[in-house]
């Protein structure tokens, strides 16, 4: 079976604590944990299957990890990947840009190749605007533990089922 490789960035913990759930959910032995700031372009190789992670961080930015990276994603070649993305964010606090750092990294890496797949429902959501938005869905599984953390074990269940079936595993 092909392994799926997860690269994260998290800063306070909360996209690292879904990001373990992510795998869990899948089996350890089949998801590969990468956090961002400490791997280089050659770690993407090896995977077809790939989960992007990245909390929208101050006014619709990217984590720093991730924005330190962010000009690295054009010395790889994404094409014939498949891509899902997850994001944490605040959908209250942050209402004009939840989201944004999914939004900003699905545009980038499908435009270096890679296919998205693991779009989520924007049902259950209470915000105004987001990036990671295209043809009315997220580009990936929105995760706001500030404001609906009841929800985070049902909507990772859910969209990791989703990928299973998206990513063949």
Same mark, same amino acid.
């Given at each position: 079976?092909?392994?799926?490789?997860? $690269?994260? !960035?998290? &800063? &306070?913990?909360?996209?690292?604590? =879904?990001?373990? /759930?992510?795998?869990?959910?899948?089996? +350890?032995?089949?998801?590969?944990?990468?956090?961002? +700031?400490? =791997?280089?372009?050659?770690?993407?190789?090896?995977? &077809? #299957?790939?989960?992007?992670?990245?909390?929208?961080? #101050?006014? !619709? @930015?990217?984590?720093?990890?991730?924005?330190?990276?962010?000009?690295?994603?054009? #010395?790889?070649?994404? /094409?014939?990947?498949?891509?899902?993305?997850? !994001? &944490?964010?605040?959908?209250?606090?942050? +209402?004009?840009?939840?989201?944004?750092?999914?939004?900003?990294?699905? @545009?980038?890496?499908?435009?270096? !190749?890679?296919?998205?797949?693991?779009?989520? /429902?924007?049902?259950?959501?209470?915000?105004?605007?987001?990036?990671?938005?295209?043809?009315?869905?997220? =580009?990936?599984?929105?995760?706001?533990?500030? #404001?609906? /953390?009841?929800?985070?074990?049902?909507? =990772?269940?859910?969209?990791?089922?989703?990928?299973?079936?998206? $990513?063949?595993?």
């Amino acid at each position: 079976m092909a392994k799926i490789g997860l $690269f994260y !960035g998290s &800063t &306070t913990g909360k996209t690292e604590m =879904v990001v373990e /759930s992510i795998q869990s959910g899948f089996g +350890a032995d089949v998801v590969d944990l990468h956090n961002i +700031a400490d =791997v280089d372009e050659s770690d993407f190789e090896e995977y &077809t #299957n790939l989960i992007i992670a990245c909390p929208t961080w #101050n006014i !619709g @930015e990217l984590q720093s990890d991730w924005d330190g990276f962010f000009p690295d994603l054009d #010395n790889i070649d994404f /094409s014939g990947k498949k891509v899902a993305y997850f !994001g &944490t964010g605040d959908q209250i606090g942050y +209402a004009d840009n939840f989201q944004d750092a999914m939004g900003i990294l699905e @545009e980038k890496i499908s435009e270096l !190749g890679g296919k998205t797949v693991g779009y989520w /429902s924007t049902d259950g959501y209470d915000f105004n605007e987001s990036k990671a938005l295209k043809n009315g869905k997220f =580009v990936g599984l929105a995760i706001d533990e500030d #404001n609906q /953390s009841d929800l985070t074990d049902e909507r =990772v269940a859910a969209w990791v089922a989703q990928l299973k079936n998206e $990513f063949g595993v």
